[in-house]
C-alpha cells in the first residue's frame, strides 16, 4: 500500500502547487488590469490543501501578496505546518 500512496501524493503535491502557482500568476495579472480578482480565501485554501510551496514561489515570482503581512507570515506558517505534519506521519507509519 505504502508503494502505491507515496507516488500518487508526489503526484498531487506537484499538481496543485503547479496549479497555486498559476493562479497566483492569474490573479497577478488581473489585478494589473483591474478585473476581477481571485478572492484571498482561496489563494489561502490553495496553499492549505498542499500548494504551500506554489503559493510562496508564486507570491515572490509575481510580487503579489508581499506586502500583506498575513501572507507573508501566513504562507511560510502553513509550509511550516505542512512539513510538521508529514514527518510525524512519515516517522509514525516507518516510511522514514
Same mark, same amino acid.
Given at each position: 500500500?505504502?508503494?502505491?500512496?507515496?507516488?500518487?501524493?508526489?503526484?498531487?503535491?506537484?499538481?496543485?502547487?503547479?496549479?497555486?502557482?498559476?493562479?497566483?500568476?492569474?490573479?497577478?495579472? %488581473?489585478? &494589473?488590469?483591474?478585473? @476581477?480578482?481571485?478572492?484571498?480565501?482561496?489563494?489561502?485554501? $490553495? =496553499?492549505?490543501?498542499? #500548494?504551500?510551496?506554489?503559493?510562496?514561489?508564486?507570491?515572490?515570482?509575481? %510580487?503579489? &501578496?508581499?506586502?500583506? @503581512?498575513?501572507?507573508?507570515?501566513?504562507?511560510?506558517?502553513? $509550509? =511550516?505546518?505542512?512539513? #510538521?505534519?508529514?514527518?510525524?506521519?512519515?516517522?509514525?507509519?516507518?516510511?522514514?
Amino acid at each position: 500500500m505504502k508503494n502505491v500512496l507515496v507516488p500518487l501524493l508526489l503526484l498531487y503535491l506537484v499538481v496543485i502547487n503547479i496549479v497555486t502557482f498559476i493562479v497566483f500568476a492569474v490573479d497577478k495579472n %488581473r489585478a &494589473k488590469r483591474h478585473a @476581477w480578482r481571485v478572492p484571498e480565501r482561496t489563494l489561502f485554501l $490553495l =496553499a492549505l490543501i498542499g #500548494g504551500s510551496i506554489g503559493a510562496i514561489a508564486g507570491m515572490y515570482a509575481f %510580487r503579489h &501578496k508581499t506586502k500583506h @503581512w498575513y501572507f507573508v507570515i501566513g504562507m511560510p506558517a502553513i $509550509l =511550516a505546518a505542512q512539513v #510538521g505534519v508529514a514527518v510525524v506521519v512519515l516517522l509514525k507509519t516507518n516510511i522514514l
